[in-house]
Structures are given as C-alpha cells and as structure tokens.
C-alpha cells in the first residue's frame, strides 16, 4: 500500500479490543465476583440516596429479609426451587440459541391444565389417579405451548422470539378467561383456593415439610438436566446446533428434529413447573401464577452459562435480591418495586461483566520520544 | 358510537405508534430492544416526575413550562435507558435479549416504585400523584373540532402529542425510505459487515438509532400518563401496551408509515370487547387475546410467504465484533 508522506499522523485510537484466546476459570470467577461487588456497593449507593440511611444497614435488612427466620429462608428455598425450575427448563432451548421467551405462557399453560383436572375431577377420581392425569394434563400443555412456535421456525423459519412472546401472551388471557368461568364467588375473577376442604389434586406433604416435594423434584430435574445436556447424544446434538446450525446439518445432525425435540422438552419442564405451582404451592390459578419467572429464568439461565448448578447459584442470588429489596421496601415504607430495580442493576452489571472476561482492552502504548 | 369508537381506538393507538415507531428505527440498526416496556414506563414516570415536582414548587403554573418540563425530563430518563441498553449491547457485546428482558425489569420497577414512593420521597403532604393540572395543558385540542361532527371528533379533537406520533411516524418513514442516512441504517441492520467495510460507522449508528428509538418509544408512556390517563400515575396501569408495541412492529412489516393504520387497528382491537352487546367479563378477556392472535397470523403469513420486503433486518439480534471477522 503506498502511504502519502504528507506529514500528516496516521491516528492511533486510544484503544482497542482483543478477543481472549482462553481464560483460566478462576480469573473469570474473580471478574464475576468484582462485578457483583461492584454492584450491590453501587445498589447500596442508590439505596442509600433513596433512604438516607447507613448503607450497612440496608444490607443487614436484606439479609435478614431473605434469611432472617426460618419460615424465611424456607420461603426463599421454595422460590429458588421455582426459579430453578423454570431455568432448567428453558436452559437446552438457550444453548441451542433457540430465543424461547415463552416460559412465562408455558409454564401458564401447565397450571392451567392442572388446575383444571383439579376442578374437573377433583370429586370424581381417586388422589394417586388424579395425580397422575394432572401430571400428563400439565407436561402436554406446556409442551404444546412451545411447539407451536417451534414447527414454525423449523419449517418456515418464523422468528422465534418474537412468536413465543406472543404465546404468552396468549396464555395470560386464557388464564384470565378460566379465572372468570370458575371464579369463586361469580364474577370476582379470582379462582381462590381449588379443593380448599379435600385437598384433591394437592400435591402430598412429605413429613410436615410443606414444598419440600417441589425442592426435591427440582433438584432431580436438575442433575437430570446437566446429566442431558453434558453427557447424552442429544445434548451433544443441542450444543452443535447452538453453535453452528451449518455444521450441524453438514455432519448430518437433522436440525429440524433438534429443535422440536429441544422444545417439546423445554416446554415440558415448563408445564411441570406449572404443575408444582399450581398443586403444590398456591392450589390456585391466577394470571400472577407464573410471577414473571419465565423472563426472570432466561436471566438466570444466562448468566449460569446454560450450566444447571451454576443456575442454583444464579436464581439464588435473584430470589435472595427479591427477598432483600421486598424486605427494604417495607422496613423503609418505599414501594416494593424497589426489588426490580435492585435486580435489574445486578443483572446489568453481570452481563456486563462478561465482556471483560471473553475480551481485553489494549491501551495504545506510550509514544517513543 | 362509531365516531366515538374510532376516537378512542386512536387515543388507545397513540403509545402503541410511539412504542413502534421507536422500536422500528432502533430495530432497522439490528438491535431487538426488548426492553421497549420498561423504556415506555420509564418515559411516563419521567414525565410524572418532572410533573409533580414543578406543581409541587410553583404557585401558579406556566402554560409553557407545564409542558416543557415533563416533555425534556421524559426524554431524558429514555435516554438514559438507551444509553444504558447501547453501552451493554454494543460496547459492551452482552446479549440483546436478556439485555433488553432485564431493561424491562427495571424500567417497570422504576415506573411502578416512583409511582408508589414519589410522594413520600418528595416529603409532600399530598395523598397521591394527581397532575390534573399539567395534564390539562397536555389534554389542548383544537377549539373548533366539537363543531365538527364525526369529522372533528376523530380527525381534530386530539392532543399535541397524538399528532407528533403521527408525524414521527411519517419523518421516520421517510428518513427510512428516502435518504442517504436511512440507507446506511438498513445497511447496518441487514449486514453491519457490509456496512463496515463501506466506511459506515456502524456503533455510531446504532447508538443513535437505538437512543432516539427509545426517546420515541418513551414518549408513548407519557401520553399515556398526561393525555389517557388525564395525569393519574396508577402502578401496572400502563400493563402490557410496551409489548403490543413490539407486536405492531412485526404488525407493520418494519415500516412506521403502516404503523400508523396497525395502531389504530390495534387500539381498536384493544378495546372492542367494551363495544361487543351482552359479552360476560370472562368473553371480555377472550377478545383481548385478538392482537395477539393478528401478530402470530401476521407473523406466521410473512414467514411462510417468504416476501423479501416483508422480512425483518438480517442481523436483528445479532451482535456485531468487526474483530470477529
């Protein structure tokens, strides 16, 4: 290339950014660390600006919120176990870049349906059989609700993302439409507590441990997840295709078939983690019954790296977040929303983190003199 | 009754056409802005701030200032949460979709915390947030549109900001279609390598698509608050009008100027089951599936038809490291 001396300066920008060949795994765990650092300081900023209050005690407040009493620290088990739940189930559609925002909806969908076995049969058939209908009722319905989008885009391409969003959509009306038919009084639009007296279709109690049928089916799910996902064939098939759908079809994997597969299996976590909701936890439906989790889980997925016991760390620290800031709010008399924005500061700074830990920064050097 | 429908099914359109608009100019750059709701929130929640704060220290209220001073802090707390979705997705290279579920969380909590905690935070004696007066100044229409029958209920009995929506919508098109720089955006949006290497910046681009689409979409919350609203922040009241927004957008095909008709639809879509004689509550919340159901049709016709003009951005979603060529 011929360079015109006109004396002018070629100008260097000040710096550049280099892709990290490989980062030994407890650097980016320090990253990771710093970045949560930094942000519960920078929420104890914000907190403190709102309050005016020690920042120290913010924290000791939100601990005590999520940990403070054993009723408390069951509560938030239980909601990590939900949580959990949801990440699990949308974990291999992510690591096959399947964009399945429809959590929300499928897990809606499973609740739905179980719900409804526990109205429908819940004086007719006998406890371990209705059990064992809901069960099939929920897993189909979440199922159903995430193949939909998924044919679409296997066949015609469709846009995922945008086509589960509108699933939920979907879902949360037809919740809302049931929670009027069966509304309990008439017209109330609140389904209220199904089979209050004969706890038909409630999930059992094992001991007096109430949830804890829940927490152990998760964690199975769990283990059964990162044992699918590391070890089988077909999570071997969910990775290729996630990193390349070319080479995917190139080495003869039949990509159509992953992804309907992938989300039948998403999808059917979902409706079970509707199914744990609705029998195991509230006996009710209502549009809240998924609590914004299906959104909340693709968060937590992300920032575990689609790795299933990295997920128990992840939606631990939301629920402890949501925990914490609830607790704040009312200790301080602000408005319990203060835990959203607490958790999406925390969220922004651990992807954000994540930049430094697959990238470095190179200053432009000195200038000899 | 007619009139009467298409007039409120325009008031209903009016956040949706911001919310779209600004969503199909941050879209045309690449970036799917999921966060679009909680920019919508935080946009109203702005505008209610600025609001409250200047009722609260002023006497008398200053027709222009009543206007200007929720208008500037609206588009300012948007931007700011443009800046933040641009500085993780672009600068930063995080993923556009959990970026923008996470924005959303966010914004609605702090549209919904303000909203709850303004009053106490502002040590006002004041039971709760209520701008009748600044919405009134929001809320000036023509004075001659009753007059008008049918004619100016519909077309003239709008506020300022309606018809500011609609003229985005248009600019937006045509900046879009017909100029050098909308070129370059759908450049960026279809192939930022390509762009790249025709000497078109491509960060510079999609910060300032995606900044100004989140101003607009902004924008859209405060109508909402000063105009529908008639100035009364509730908490959750803007509901999900920030992802029917995003709807619209496949609705429209990527083209503001048909988004301006789809809003419409849409409002109308929104309420009709108010307009439908002898349906029960539970058929109401059936009927407010419909602009779901449109977009998924919409979506799936588009995808099956396979009509280039029809398509979103190629790299919609997709990240952009010239390093990673």
């Known amino acids: 290339m011929q360079m015109a001396d006109t004396g002018k300066k070629i100008k260097e920008p000040l710096f550049h950014i280099v892709r990290r060949d490989n980062i030994v795994w407890w650097k980016a765990w320090i990253i990771r660390l710093l970045a949560i650092l930094a942000a519960l300081v920078f929420c104890g900023i914000v907190s403190f600006l709102l309050t005016k209050e020690n920042p120290l005690r913010i924290y000791s407040v939100m601990f005590d919120g999520a940990f403070g009493t054993k009723r408390r620290v069951w509560s938030l088990a239980q909601n990590v176990a939900m949580l959990l739940c949801v990440s699990v189930a949308v974990a291999p559609a992510f690591k096959m870049r399947f964009w399945n925002v429809g959590g929300e909806g499928q897990v809606l969908a499973g609740g739905l349906a179980s719900a409804a076995c526990m109205i429908l049969f819940g004086d007719s058939l006998p406890s371990a059989v209705l059990l064992i209908v809901m069960l099939i009722a929920s897993i189909l319905a979440g199922a159903i609700w995430a193949v939909i989008p998924a044919i679409f885009r296997a066949r015609w391409n469709t846009n995922e993302t945008l086509f589960t969003l509108m699933m939920n959509y979907i879902a949360i009306q037809l919740v809302s439409f049931f929670a009027y038919k069966w509304s309990v009084p008439k017209g109330s639009g609140q389904v209220g507590i199904i089979n209050r007296t004969s706890h038909a279709g409630w999930l059992p109690v094992i001991g007096d441990m109430e949830y804890l049928l829940n927490i152990i089916i998760v964690l199975v799910l769990t283990v059964i997840m990162y044992v699918y996902l590391k070890y089988s064939k077909q999570g071997y098939e969910i990775a290729v295709v996630g990193e390349s759908e070319k080479t995917a079809k190139y080495i003869g994997i039949s990509v159509r078939k992953v992804i309907l597969r992938t989300m039948i299996i998403s999808g059917a976590i979902c409706g079970l983690a509707g199914l744990l909701l609705v029998a195991g936890t509230d006996h009710t439906i209502s549009r809240e019954t998924a609590a914004g989790r299906g959104f909340t889980a693709i968060m937590v997925t992300w920032m575990a790296k689609f790795n299933p016991f990295f997920m128990v760390l992840t939606s631990l620290l939301i629920v402890f977040l949501e925990k914490g800031a609830t607790e704040i709010s009312t200790a301080f008399e602000l408005n319990e929303s203060f835990s959203e924005i607490i958790t999406g500061i925390i969220i922004f700074f651990i992807i954000g983190c994540e930049f430094f830990i697959q990238y470095r920064v190179v200053f432009r050097e000195k200038e000899a003199a | ?325």
């Open chain 2, 1 to 325: 009754m007619w009139a009467e429908f298409i007039r409120r099914a325009i008031m209903q359109g009016i956040p949706l056409l911001f919310g779209s608009t600004g969503e199909i100019i941050t879209e045309k750059s690449g970036n799917l802005n999921l966060g679009i709701p909680g920019i919508m929130y935080v946009g109203g929640i702005g505008g209610v701030i600025g609001a409250f704060l200047y009722e609260q220290n002023t006497t008398e209220l200053n027709p222009f200032l009543a206007v200007f001073i929720p208008l500037l802090c609206s588009i300012l707390c948007s931007l700011i949460m443009g800046l933040i979705y641009c500085f993780l997705t672009v600068s930063l290279r995080a993923n556009q979709n959990v970026t923008g579920l996470a924005m959303t969380t966010f914004g609605v909590g702090i549209g919904n915390f303000f909203g709850g905690s303004l009053v106490k935070l502002a040590g006002s004696d004041v039971p709760s947030i209520n701008l009748t007066a600044t919405s009134s100044y929001f809320r000036t229409s023509l004075p001659f549109a009753e007059d008008l029958g049918w004619f100016g209920q519909i077309f003239l009995s709008h506020s300022f900001l309606a018809y500011l929506a609609i003229i985005t919508a248009i600019v937006a098109s045509f900046v879009l279609t017909k100029t050098r720089t909308g070129l370059n955006l759908r450049a960026v949006g279809e192939n930022p390598a390509t762009a790249d290497a025709a000497g078109i910046r491509v960060e510079k681009y999609k910060y300032l698509a995606t900044c100004i689409g989140s101003i607009i979409a902004g924008l859209g919350g405060l109508y909402y608050v000063m105009d529908y609203a008639n100035g009364v922040w509730s908490n959750d009241g803007f509901g999900d009008r920030g992802w029917l927004a995003i709807a619209l957008v496949i609705f429209a095909i990527w083209r503001p100027n048909l988004s301006i008709l789809g809003s419409i639809l849409f409002g109308g879509l929104y309420i009709v089951h108010n307009y439908i004689p002898n349906l029960d509550v539970s058929g109401q919340e059936l009927f407010k599936m419909l602009p779901y159901v449109v977009t998924i049709l919409f979506l799936v016709i588009t995808s099956i038809g396979k009509k280039r003009n029809a398509q979103p951005p190629a790299s919609l979603g997709l990240p952009y490291f010239r390093e990673d060529r």
